[in-house]
């Protein structure tokens, strides 16, 4: 990511004044939009600025030059002159006369001084560096460079060249400038001297400084304003967006009455439109939806009443007969005796329906409280002590010395118990089976193991299936309503937990339910393996998950962390 | 023996019948009403011990019927209702009922549930039990404070005085059912839940700060003390 990287590239100070700024980037619009406007604007804004100034110091150089070009060589025409006619004249000192010269140049220079005068002289074939015979301000010889000394000995004619102007005291400080030069020739042929006209640029500095203060100080202002421009046309644009955004939130929330305001008919006006219209179609979609679950609801409930009534009726008559069957004929006491016991199976089965209608209409509700998990089962094996007394098999309870707690509703809890309890002693084939309490911080979970035939390959798969029979050709036994396993795991995932099977042919199964100690928490393992612990070590196992689609667990000596498992099972 | 009158108000022709039969055999004295706007007028003619009350009644429905009857009476109500959903089985809770039946029932249930709603206590010794502000008059069946009376149903004073008796020992909700109720086996316990509401609702100074009927978080309830 780029941004990872611009985070390595930075210092720690720098991340807090930069992340929050990469974050603004990232989830606004309207900020990425005026931080590009800045800068791709500030970059524009300084070429623009650097041209400018280029070419002002460019045509304030060049003006300079020329004026100083000018006005240099009339002084140097007059100074031969002058000299041509001091030569004529007596016989005078030409150290004097020079000085006299130069004195009277600078004069003319004004004050300040716009230029300083140096004559350099008599020239030899030396050219050196304190040269300087006279001048109208305390400057170095280095200020004409060597070039255009050699050029100014060597041949005759005005010369001239950039230069930095260098000041031997403190009146005046350094700076570029330009010098202009010729031989001026003594009268007395006591020797040519080199005169010199230095034009420093401090005005021309000042000026070019007082420009580009200008330009940048504007520059900034003007920069100010763009974004601030940008800002506000792009809120024009955002307000919009955002407002859409938000109404989709509450749209998502389940708020379906809520809509876009459209305004004129622009761009923003059409997707407000095309939204609402949106909105109103799923809004339409959900309502005929919710009216129809809220009939089929209706409908399960008024069935519920219509069938329950008469069946207590009938119930009470065939218990009535019942009662009463030692004075009835061998025939019809059988008859009130098979009357009751399919009005028993009648009933679970109405009972079931009505529950799974129940949770495919979505209106199942959790009762939750804190239940020991550990005490519902020892009550759950008691209450079914008797029909597994009658089975002959015996039930074991392995369950922790303190509470297995959990917050969870107890009926549905009791109901997936007594229900994998029933199935194992159904199917124990007058073997033992266990019952396996067991808790960890997050989850508790209750394990149910018999020792009969087991399940097929595939089956584990099938259990919860509605309906649905180990063996078609196995005779149906009493009590069963199909619907046991498939309510078992709708509670369970009402818990948001999972029910598991596991099962191998001739070495029993093993119903596993586990659910999240706190409601609502996810589940990441479950303490009790879904493979018993008797079977784990090198031998084959078969076992799946509700819908079988998860390998096998690992043998627990190569992990001894409790399993993981899906937390998604879905009945088919 | 006089196993007590009970009033069954049920539209239901036939399960109206059939339950008198069955409560006949049983040794009751039924007493049939078909509509809830009827209820009333044979409840004040008959003096019934328990009413048996259809919770879906044309006209004035069960609810309705049951507030009518809490008016005036304490009698034990006992709701016959179609639907177990935790709604309506509190719904019909709240409006009085002491105890209530989904259909269908096994007719042994429901004699069972009658016998204990009319089984009472053999004549207590003259006894009173104080709990806070609250005067318990265990022989006289009576609840006081300071010299106002309290009108609780038999329910609600079985439920008030079970928690009184002991008062340091933690009720849970299966226990209650047990001695409150009389069942054996483990009911619904929303029927404690929505009779602890109604009771404090009465007795509390603050039902919302409950300080008489304490709940004991994941366990159940006590009596509080001072």
């Known amino acids: 990511m780029a941004s990872g990287r611009v985070r390595q590239m930075l210092a720690a100070p720098f991340v807090a004044v930069v992340r929050p700024l990469v974050n603004a980037w990232r989830v606004s619009l309207q900020a990425r939009v005026v931080l590009s406007t800045l800068l791709l604007g500030t970059l524009v804004l300084s070429l623009t600025a650097w041209l400018m100034l280029t070419q002002i110091s460019d045509g304030l150089v060049d003006s300079k030059r020329d004026t100083s070009l000018a006005q240099a060589e009339a002084a140097f025409s007059e100074v031969q002159e002058d000299l041509d006619a001091a030569g004529s004249a007596e016989d005078s000192a030409t150290e004097q006369v020079v000085s006299q010269l130069v004195a009277s140049l600078a004069n003319r220079s004004g004050s300040p001084p716009g230029y300083v005068v140096m004559l350099v002289g008599p020239l030899g074939d030396e050219i050196s560096s304190d040269g300087v015979t006279s001048s109208s301000a305390p400057v170095s010889s280095d200020s004409a460079p060597t070039e255009l000394q050699t050029q100014v000995r060597d041949q005759p004619g005005t010369w001239w060249t950039y230069t930095d102007i260098d000041f031997t005291d403190d009146s005046q400080s350094d700076g570029a400038g330009i010098a202009v030069g010729a031989r001026v020739q003594t009268p007395d042929d006591a020797g040519d001297y080199a005169l010199y006209y230095l034009y420093p640029f401090t005005e021309e500095e000042r000026t070019l400084g007082l420009v580009a203060q200008a330009v940048l100080l504007s520059g900034a202002v003007l920069m100010l304003l763009v974004a601030g421009v940008a800002w506000l046309v792009t809120r024009q644009v955002v307000t919009p967006v955002r407002l859409a955004r938000r109404i989709a939130e509450r749209l998502a929330a389940g708020r379906l009455e809520e809509r876009m305001q459209v305004r004129g008919r622009d761009d923003i006006a059409r997707l407000g439109q095309s939204f609402n219209q949106m909105a109103g179609g799923l809004q339409r979609q959900i309502r005929q939806l919710e009216e129809l679950s809220r009939l089929q609801r209706r409908f399960v409930s008024d069935v519920s009443h219509e069938l329950r009534t008469p069946l207590t009726t009938v119930r009470m008559a065939a218990d009535v007969l019942h009662e009463a069957r030692p004075s009835f004929d061998p025939a019809t006491g059988r008859s009130a005796e098979l009357l009751q016991a399919e009005l028993d199976r009648f009933e679970a089965l109405l009972a079931d329906l009505l529950e799974i209608s129940r949770f495919d209409a979505g209106a199942a509700r959790l009762d939750i409280t804190e239940v020991d998990l550990g005490e519902l089962v020892r009550r759950e094996v008691d209450a079914q002590r008797a029909v597994a007394e009658q089975a002959g098999v015996q039930v074991d309870v392995v369950a922790p010395v303190g509470p297995a707690t959990a917050q969870a509703d107890p009926r549905r809890i009791e109901r997936v118990v007594r229900n994998l309890l029933a199935n194992a002693i159904a199917h124990a084939h007058s073997r033992r089976v266990e019952v396996i309490v067991a808790a960890d911080d997050e989850a508790a979970a209750v394990a149910v193991r018999d020792h009969g035939s087991g399940l097929r390959p595939g089956e584990t798969a099938l259990v919860f299936n509605r309906f649905w029979r180990g063996d078609p050709a196995r005779a149906r036994r009493g009590g069963g309503t199909g619907l046991g396993l498939a309510i078992a795991l709708e509670d369970a995932q009402l818990h948001g937990g999972w029910l598991q099977a596991w099962g191998e042919p001739d070495s029993g199964s093993q119903f596993r339910l586990t659910i999240p100690r706190r409601a609502g928490a996810d589940l990441r393992g479950s303490p009790i393996p879904l493979v018993p612990d008797d079977l784990t070590v090198g031998r084959p196992y078969e076992t799946t998950s509700g819908l079988g689609e998860e390998p096998p667990d690992t043998d627990p000596a190569e992990d001894p962390a409790p399993d993981r498992e899906p937390t998604k099972e879905t009945a088919p | ?226």
Request: proline residues 5%; negative net charge.
């Open chain 2, 1 to 226: 023996m006089h196993r007590g009158r009970v009033l069954v108000v049920d539209d239901d022709a036939s399960l109206a019948e059939m339950l008198t039969i069955v409560l006949r055999q049983e040794g009751f004295d039924p007493v049939m009403c078909m509509s809830g706007d009827e209820a009333l007028a044979a409840f004040r003619e008959h003096r019934p011990d328990i009413v048996l009350l259809d919770v879906m009644l044309p006209g004035m429905d069960g609810v309705d019927v049951c507030k009518a009857l809490r008016a005036e009476s304490g009698v034990p109500i006992v709701m016959l209702t179609a639907r177990s959903d935790t709604v309506d089985v509190v719904v019909g809770l709240e409006s009085g009922a002491d105890d209530y039946m989904v259909k269908p029932f096994k007719p042994k249930e429901l004699v069972a549930r009658i016998r204990a709603r009319l089984r009472r206590f053999d004549q207590p010794a003259p006894e009173q039990i104080t709990v806070r502000d609250l005067v318990i008059d265990v022989a006289g069946h009576s609840v006081r404070r300071d010299s106002t009376a309290i009108t609780l149903t038999p329910l609600e004073f079985d439920l008030l005085l079970c928690l009184a008796r002991k008062p340091w020992q933690v009720f849970t909700r299966e226990v209650l059912l047990e001695q409150v109720w009389g069942y054996r086996h483990a009911a619904d316990t929303r029927l404690v839940n929505v009779h602890v509401q109604r009771l404090r609702s009465k007795i509390e100074h603050d039902p919302e700060h409950p300080q008489i009927v304490v709940t004991v978080r994941g366990v159940g309830y006590k009596a509080g003390t001072d």
